[in-house]
Every structure is written in structure tokens, then in C-alpha cells.
């Protein structure tokens, strides 16, 4: 007797009571299957990515392509907040500027800009538990109404504090769906291409930028708001019609549903009841076998998962990606370029949009830590040689020889630095939580690993040009170099490559003992 068939057979005998989905333990960790007959993999004889894709896998990939898009539709309005100030602020603080009624001041300006951190980091922590309550899709859907309620507040501003007010309550719907997203796309993709669906995220948030700004250069300020108001609303309309999470809706014990929605996303010619059972075994062995969320949170795996998802994200924003993007007009200008500033960030844009495009082709072939690896290495390099332009021209001049034979290298710096960032270390810290933690704990992590970016965020966007000042553009560039000589040995020696793994086999990557999460064969059958 499967699974599936053991549990229905409870739930008609009424000895079934849906409590919720919590971590299990008993004699130690049982997690979702018991281990074979001395505990290890090679008893078992099949992996889990076997037990979940069965051989000869038939499976749709394009229903699952087109649910992630739909998702992300949520990332390309979080992009455009996130792209609006660079064309829009600077307008907008100007003294003859006639796009709001009232004037805005740089300080005020400056607060215009970055309250979007704020309102994001506030956020992130909430939305894991209110998705973890009504659901990954229900969660994206509600958050429609914030975003266009940030739009329209914008758009319409009458006073300062207005303005202020939509940026903040943008950030929160754009910082929600930076933990949604990722969760919802982690658990409707099959092993073999969830890093590529995992990586849309970031490329939709790319794209949006681009889109900020391409449009918001040469539109007036107005045009450009309402267009923004639009992307919530199509996100809506079209993320309305993709099916839930197959993992929330067993944990919330709606088996059919469940079902249905693997066969929207798998195709009908798939063997969805193994998958199914799958799910199944893991929610009836934590419903049977409760641990608080203090034991599970600090279980080995859990730990490491934690400290990776945390530093990832502290690696991506002290890479210097912002000191590259604010120093833009003066790389091309040092470079010889004639080229306006808006014309320079949109070079940027595309640049940002094409190498993580293809990081998104690669990532399921090439695995995520040689992405990773190079990333951070190319960086280091990269932010070396931008520390070493900007300090001789610092201290000889924009005329002196040695600054003029090398006013190719910022350039060359600028672009490789953009492409290693788009293709490592841009999209995949955010699918890490999706990947490497358990669904009882992915809210958590997911939802505190993106506070505590958009806390750095906000943090070294609001200290940037002080510390540039204090210390100097080529010192702040070594800085980043360093930092990212660190993340290197970080990734090198303690992330481990997901490529293709299953969730169970990644627990044993991070630590987990065998009979933490395997289950017999025979049970399968």
C-alpha cells in the first residue's frame, strides 16, 4: 500500500487530524524516510531524483516555464522600482523641474530613493509566515494591491511625504516578492531545471531595470509612472490562472488539488502519483512525528543552510556592484567615451539583462559553483583594477600619462565586472534558499536572508558616497576586491554543488545523516 492509498484510508476511518506541517523526529531525525538497512545510499539503490522523475521522464517543461515567468512577471515590477530613481530623481530634484507641484530637495531626494530598502527589509520577514499560512500563489496575488497602491501614491503625489509614502509601500510588495517568488519557483520545478526557472528571478529584476531605464530617460515622469502601475496589474491578471505550490497544498492536506496542479505542470503523460506520494510521505512523517522549530532550525543541515543563504547575500551586496553602477558616468568618461549618462546606464542595463540570460542556459548545465567561483574571482579582479585606475587618478590626475595610457582598463573593468556579476553572483544567492532548505524552514530563511539584503542594500547605498569621500574611490574598490577574495574561499570550501540534486540529497551535501532522508525502495513500490 502506497502512500497515498495508507492516508486515505485514514482519513475514512476519521482517524486523520490536518495539524500542519512541521519538521519530525524520532530516535534522532526521521525527516521525510526512513534509512535502508545500514543507513546509507547505497542500500537504497535509487536516488530520490529517480524516486521523484521516474525513468523515461515524460514530463512537460514548458507549463513549468511558463508558471516561473508568470511568477517573476512579479520581479520585472520589482525591477522597475528598483530602476525608477535613476531617471527620475535626478529630474525631479532639479530647480526648474515641473513633473510633481511641489519641490523636492537632493536630501529629499536621496530618501525618495532609498526608502524602497527600507520598505523591502521590512517586509521580507513577515511574508514567509503569511505564505506559509494562505499559500504561495494566494501571498503573490495580494500583493497586487500594495504594489498599484504605491504606483498610484506616487504617481499622484500632492506633498513630499506622499511620494515618500508610495516608494516605501512599493519596496514592501517589490521586497515580498523577492521571498515569494524564489519559493513558489523552487517548488513547482523539476530537479533537472530548477536552477534555470530559480534563475528567472533575477533576470526578470534585470529586466526591469533596463526597462527604468530605457523608458524613464525619455518619458516624462508622469507617462513613466503609470506604466509602472500597469506591470502589478498584468502580473496579476496572467499569475492568476498558474496553479499553487504542489508542496503547500499537501502540507495543507488537499491531496486532490495537489494532484491536479502536478498534472498542470507536469502534462497528463507523466507519472504524477510517484511525485505525489513523494510529498506525501513527507508531510504524513512530519504530521506523525512534530519537532518545535527551535530543533529544527538548529539541526546540522539547517545551520549550514542558514550560514550560506546569509552569506551569499552579504557577498552579493558588498561585491561593489553599487560603487561599479554609481560610478558609471566617470568610468566612461575616463574611458574617452562621449556618451550621456543615460545612454551609459542603459549599456548597463542590457549588458546586466544579456549575461544573465545566459547564466539562466548554463546554470543546469555548468552547476552553481563554478558560476559561483567565477563570479567572485572575475569580481575581485575586476574591482582590483578599478581600485587601481582610480587611485592613480586620484592622486596624479585625469591629464597625467600614466592615467591616459591606461583609460581603456575602467572600461574593460566596468563590463567584465557587469557580466561576472550577472552570471554568479546576481541571481543565484536568491534561489539558494529555495534549494538547500527544507519547506518547513524555506519561509524563514528565504524571508530573513532578504531582510538582510535589503538591509545591506540600504546600507551601502546610503554610505557609499561618504565612504568614497573619507577614504577614496581606489581604496573603496581594493575594499570590495577583498571582500570578494573572501567570498572565493568561501564558496570554494563550504557550498556545495546542487546541480540536478534532489532536496534530500542535498540535505546529505549539507550535512545531514543518511537516515535523516532516505526511504526503502520497497515502500516506493
Known amino acids: 500500500m502506497n502512500a497515498f492509498e495508507r492516508r486515505r484510508r485514514k482519513e475514512d476511518e476519521c482517524s486523520y487530524v490536518n495539524s500542519g506541517f512541521v519538521m519530525t523526529e524520532k530516535n534522532g531525525w526521521t525527516g521525510n524516510m526512513p534509512p535502508g538497512p545500514n543507513g546509507a545510499m547505497a542500500d537504497v539503490g535509487v536516488s530520490q531524483a529517480e524516486l521523484v522523475e521516474p525513468r523515461g521522464d515524460n514530463a512537460r517543461k514548458l507549463p513549468q516555464y511558463?508558471?516561473?515567468?508568470?511568477?517573476?512577471?512579479?520581479?520585472?515590477?520589482?525591477?522597475s522600482m528598483l530602476g525608477w530613481s535613476s531617471p527620475v530623481v535626478f529630474k525631479i530634484t532639479q530647480d526648474n523641474s515641473t513633473d510633481y507641484d511641489f519641490d523636492i530637495s537632493t536630501s529629499q531626494?536621496?530618501?525618495?530613493?532609498?526608502?524602497?530598502?527600507?520598505?523591502?527589509a521590512g517586509v521580507c520577514f513577515p511574508i514567509g509566515l503569511v505564505m506559509d499560512a494562505i499559500g504561495r500563489k494566494t501571498t503573490m496575488l495580494l500583493l497586487v494591491l500594495p504594489f498599484t497602491l504605491g504606483w498610484l501614491l506616487i504617481t499622484f503625489a500632492t506633498n513630499v511625504g506622499m511620494l515618500m509614502a508610495g516608494r516605501f509601500i512599493t519596496g514592501v510588495a517589490g521586497g515580498a516578492f523577492c521571498v515569494t517568488a524564489p519559493a513558489y519557483t523552487s517548488e513547482i520545478a523539476q530537479d533537472s531545471i530548477r536552477g534555470t526557472l530559480g534563475s528567472y528571478f533575477q533576470l526578470m529584476v534585470t529586466v526591469g531595470i533596463l526597462f527604468a531605464y530605457a523608458v524613464g530617460s525619455y518619458t516624462s515622469v508622469f507617462v513613466f509612472n503609470i506604466l509602472c502601475t500597469i506591470i502589478p496589474v498584468i502580473f496579476g491578471a496572467i499569475f492568476f490562472f498558474m496553479p499553487e505550490s504542489p508542496s503547500f497544498l499537501v502540507v495543507k492536506g488537499k491531496d486532490a488539488e495537489a494532484k491536479e496542479a502536478l498534472i498542470r505542470l507536469r502534462g497528463r503523460n507523466y507519472d504524477v502519483d510517484t511525485e505525489l506520494n513523494v510529498l506525501l510521505q513527507?508531510?504524513?512523517?512530519?504530521?506523525?512525528?512534530?519537532?518545535?522549530?527551535?530543533?529544527?532550525?538548529?539541526?546540522?543541515?539547517?545551520?549550514k543552510a542558514l550560514i550560506i543563504c546569509y552569506a551569499l547575500m552579504l557577498f552579493q551586496q558588498f561585491s561593489g556592484i553599487n560603487a561599479v553602477i554609481f560610478n558609471t558616468s566617470a568610468i566612461f568618461d575616463s574611458a574617452g567615451a562621449t556618451i550621456e549618462a543615460a545612454i551609459a546606464t542603459i549599456i548597463i542595463g542590457v549588458i546586466q539583462v544579456v549575461a544573465t540570460f545566459t547564466a539562466s542556459l548554463i546554470v543546469d548545465k555548468l552547476g552553481r559553483r563554478i558560476?559561483?567561483?567565477?563570479?567572485t574571482l572575475l569580481m575581485c579582479l575586476?574591482?582590483?583594477?578599478?581600485?587601481?585606475?582610480?587611485?592613480?587618478?586620484d592622486e596624479h590626475g585625469d591629464d597625467a600619462a600614466i592615467v591616459q595610457n591606461i583609460s581603456w582598463l575602467p572600461l574593460l573593468a566596468l563590463s567584465v565586472f557587469i557580466i561576472a556579476f550577472s552570471i554568479g553572483m546576481g541571481p543565484i544567492p536568491w534561489m539558494m534558499?529555495?534549494?538547500?532548505?527544507?519547506i518547513d524552514?524555506?519561509?524563514?530563511?528565504?524571508?530573513?536572508?532578504?531582510?538582510?539584503?535589503?538591509?545591506?542594500?540600504?546600507?551601502v547605498t546610503s554610505t557609499f558616497n561618504s565612504l568614497n569621500s573619507a577614504i577614496g574611490a581606489g581604496q573603496v574598490f581594493?575594499?570590495?576586491?577583498?571582500?570578494m577574495l573572501v567570498g572565493f574561499l568561501f564558496i570554494f570550501f563550504v557550498i556545495p554543488e546542487t546541480k540536478g540534486k534532489s532536496f534530500d540529497e542535498i540535505q546529505l551535501l549539507l550535512g545531514a545523516e543518511p537516515q535523516q532522508t532516505l526511504t526503502t525502495v520497497d515502500e516506493k513500490k
Do not use: H, Q, Y
Open 66 to 79: 511558463i508558471a516561473a515567468l508568470s511568477a517573476t512577471l512579479g520581479a520585472l515590477a520589482a525591477g
Open 109 to 120: 531626494g536621496d530618501w525618495v530613493s532609498s526608502l524602497v530598502n527600507l520598505g523591502a
Open 282 to 303: 513527507k508531510a504524513e512523517d512530519a504530521r506523525n512525528n512534530p519537532v518545535s522549530f527551535g530543533s529544527a532550525i538548529t539541526k546540522k543541515s539547517a545551520v
Open 371 to 375: 558560476l559561483l567561483l567565477s563570479s
Open 382 to 393: 575586476c574591482s582590483t583594477a578599478l581600485g587601481v585606475f582610480f587611485f592613480l587618478k
Open 433 to 438: 534558499a529555495g534549494e538547500l532548505c527544507l
Open 441 to 459: 524552514i524555506k519561509a524563514f530563511v528565504g524571508s530573513t536572508a532578504g531582510t538582510f539584503n535589503w538591509l545591506l542594500s540600504f546600507t
Open 478 to 483: 581594493w575594499m570590495f576586491a577583498a571582500i
